[in-house]
């Protein structure tokens, strides 16, 4: 096995269990937490999520991604990048302190007041692990990682639930928030020797963000953007119907995230070491959709058959309008992966002007989307979400296709037999246990009959991806022993 191979077999190895882990954490301690909190905690929270998300994006500015791309990054590149992110990180979150007022007047709600100004320190807090966090991945070292993120999710959890259970309601999540990112930039701090020299240079902060600049303003467009469907949410509807929303777009995107995370931080530098043979890039990226395809397809069949048991059982009752959503949007999030994929394609090529434009044209087409969507009610808008998603693929898919001959219509033919086996397991799963009235039981015996089914089908038709995984998992018990 070549060295880069190895590299890419452990990356993906140490990125599923960080990912899978941390999810994990999030999912079991998430639904303990939306049991003893209302809807409508979480849609304050939702109203918020932009102004935060935007401000940790101008923070990062996109030097990670910069640095990254950069082949031969030294000391003064870390430094100077690590104390701008720290200046910056200030000042960002004393705008959020004196605009607080101000946006709590937009939403007619005094309580974001206080909520903005204290969840506006995980800005300062954040930027202590992003030099970290790069240096790590840039050695595609996920094991670290982690055990960083699993640790510091338990930490945020177990105080999140513990607000909760002592009456705090709302502040419980803002909690919850801040000591996980605390949490995870002191572990960093713990498990990377790197340190800050106190050295600042105009000129390589220059050279950094004539790349990281192009990734800034792409990335604080998706943040605005993509966060945009919860403003408009919360300013026209009640908070209720967007903490269901808000709860749907958790659901959907925890398959998204998990296989989009692994996928993209392995694939990135990976692509970096390549990005000048055509044909091993093809290669890279058309196993990157397949094994994505492949991991994606049955969760996403699953989340969209079996939504109702899933939010009555794990849910309750009071979050059953999540329940249609959370089918809507699930179909929106397909694609989410292969863009993951095809923008690491860009950015690898230092194309980081077409990823802007690319994301110029998809945040045109959800303004354009939810100006017509927005008046007929929240499932619409998520309809609209879902045909921005597929014309999104094709837009970031034609510079495959360009490049190096992988066109978006190439793409889906890879996707194609793991939709069709998933679809045809999911849909005889959900109509054999309909006549069973216990949701549990239901739930349960839908999920291991596609797993089980799934396994089956990736055996006997002999799927490269099935091969591979159980290849590797074959060696690692073997090392293990």
Same mark, same amino acid.
């Given at each position: 096995m070549t060295s880069l191979k190895k590299k890419a077999v452990?990356? !993906?190895?140490?990125?599923g269990v960080d990912k899978s882990s941390t999810m994990l954490i999030q999912f079991v301690f998430g639904i303990v937490l939306a049991r003893l909190l209302l809807p409508e905690d979480y849609g304050f929270i939702g109203m918020i999520t932009i102004f935060i998300t935007v401000s940790q994006a101008i923070v990062e500015s996109g030097f990670s991604r910069a640095l990254i791309q950069k082949k031969e990054a030294n000391q003064i590149d870390y430094s100077?990048?690590?104390?701008?992110?720290?200046?910056?990180? $200030?000042?960002?979150?004393?705008?959020l302190y004196i605009v607080a007022p101000f946006i709590a007047d937009f939403y007619e709600e005094p309580l974001l007041i206080d909520l903005i100004k204290v969840v506006g320190l995980n800005v300062i807090v954040s930027s202590f692990a992003i030099i970290q966090r790069t240096i790590l991945i840039k050695k595609i070292n996920f094991k670290a990682q982690a055990i960083v993120n699993i640790t510091s999710g338990l930490i945020g959890a177990f105080v999140g639930i513990g607000c909760a259970l002592s009456g705090l309601g709302v502040w419980s999540l803002v909690l919850q928030y801040l000591s996980r990112n605390f949490a995870?930039? !002191?572990?960093?701090? $713990?498990?990377?020797?790197?340190?800050?020299?106190?050295?600042?240079?105009?000129?390589?902060?220059?050279?950094l963000f004539n790349f990281g600049s192009k990734i800034l303003a792409s990335t604080l467009l998706y943040a605005a953007f993509q966060n945009i469907y919860? !403003? !408009?949410?919360?300013?026209?509807y009640k908070s209720e119907e967007l903490g269901y929303y808000t709860r749907a777009t958790l659901f959907k995107q925890i398959p998204a995230t998990l296989v989009t995370t692994i996928m993209?931080?392995?694939?990135?530098?990976i692509l970096v070491d390549v990005i000048e043979d055509d044909e091993r890039v093809r290669k890279i990226m058309k196993r990157s959709v397949r094994l994505t395809s492949f991991l994606l397809f049955p969760m996403i069949t699953i989340l969209i058959a079996f939504a109702n048991p899933l939010v009555l059982v794990l849910l309750t009752e009071k979050w059953l309008p999540t329940v249609v959503l959370l089918q809507i949007l699930a179909i929106g999030v397909i694609f989410f992966p292969i863009n993951a994929i095809n923008s690491n394609f860009i950015n690898a090529k230092g194309r980081s002007d077409l990823?802007?434009?690319?994301?110029?044209?998809?945040?045109?087409l959800i303004v354009i989307t939810l100006g017509i969507t927005y008046s007929f009610g929240i499932e619409i808008i998520a309809v609209g979400y879902v045909i921005v998603s597929f014309i999104g693929f094709f837009t970031y898919a034609y510079y495959s296709g360009k490049y190096i001959g992988y066109s978006g219509f190439k793409q889906i033919i890879d996707m194609l037999q793991y939709a069709f086996v998933s679809i045809f397991l999911t849909a005889g799963s959900y109509f054999l246990w309909s006549f069973i009235e216990d949701q549990l039981l239901y739930l349960v015996l839908g999920i291991c009959t596609v797993g089980i089914g799934y396994i089956v089908c990736a055996h006997l038709l002999k799927f490269d991806e099935y091969e591979e995984i159980k290849s590797i998992i074959r060696k690692k018990i073997g090392k293990a022993s």
């Amino acid at each position: 096995m070549t060295s880069l191979k190895k590299k890419a077999v452990g990356g !993906v190895i140490w990125s599923g269990v960080d990912k899978s882990s941390t999810m994990l954490i999030q999912f079991v301690f998430g639904i303990v937490l939306a049991r003893l909190l209302l809807p409508e905690d979480y849609g304050f929270i939702g109203m918020i999520t932009i102004f935060i998300t935007v401000s940790q994006a101008i923070v990062e500015s996109g030097f990670s991604r910069a640095l990254i791309q950069k082949k031969e990054a030294n000391q003064i590149d870390y430094s100077t990048t690590f104390f701008f992110n720290f200046l910056i990180s $200030i000042c960002i979150y004393g705008i959020l302190y004196i605009v607080a007022p101000f946006i709590a007047d937009f939403y007619e709600e005094p309580l974001l007041i206080d909520l903005i100004k204290v969840v506006g320190l995980n800005v300062i807090v954040s930027s202590f692990a992003i030099i970290q966090r790069t240096i790590l991945i840039k050695k595609i070292n996920f094991k670290a990682q982690a055990i960083v993120n699993i640790t510091s999710g338990l930490i945020g959890a177990f105080v999140g639930i513990g607000c909760a259970l002592s009456g705090l309601g709302v502040w419980s999540l803002v909690l919850q928030y801040l000591s996980r990112n605390f949490a995870t930039s !002191v572990l960093f701090w $713990i498990f990377n020797d790197w340190r800050p020299s106190f050295i600042f240079s105009i000129n390589a902060l220059k050279k950094l963000f004539n790349f990281g600049s192009k990734i800034l303003a792409s990335t604080l467009l998706y943040a605005a953007f993509q966060n945009i469907y919860l !403003v !408009v949410i919360g300013k026209i509807y009640k908070s209720e119907e967007l903490g269901y929303y808000t709860r749907a777009t958790l659901f959907k995107q925890i398959p998204a995230t998990l296989v989009t995370t692994i996928m993209q931080n392995v694939t990135f530098p990976i692509l970096v070491d390549v990005i000048e043979d055509d044909e091993r890039v093809r290669k890279i990226m058309k196993r990157s959709v397949r094994l994505t395809s492949f991991l994606l397809f049955p969760m996403i069949t699953i989340l969209i058959a079996f939504a109702n048991p899933l939010v009555l059982v794990l849910l309750t009752e009071k979050w059953l309008p999540t329940v249609v959503l959370l089918q809507i949007l699930a179909i929106g999030v397909i694609f989410f992966p292969i863009n993951a994929i095809n923008s690491n394609f860009i950015n690898a090529k230092g194309r980081s002007d077409l990823f802007l434009k690319l994301e110029i044209i998809n945040n045109i087409l959800i303004v354009i989307t939810l100006g017509i969507t927005y008046s007929f009610g929240i499932e619409i808008i998520a309809v609209g979400y879902v045909i921005v998603s597929f014309i999104g693929f094709f837009t970031y898919a034609y510079y495959s296709g360009k490049y190096i001959g992988y066109s978006g219509f190439k793409q889906i033919i890879d996707m194609l037999q793991y939709a069709f086996v998933s679809i045809f397991l999911t849909a005889g799963s959900y109509f054999l246990w309909s006549f069973i009235e216990d949701q549990l039981l239901y739930l349960v015996l839908g999920i291991c009959t596609v797993g089980i089914g799934y396994i089956v089908c990736a055996h006997l038709l002999k799927f490269d991806e099935y091969e591979e995984i159980k290849s590797i998992i074959r060696k690692k018990i073997g090392k293990a022993s």
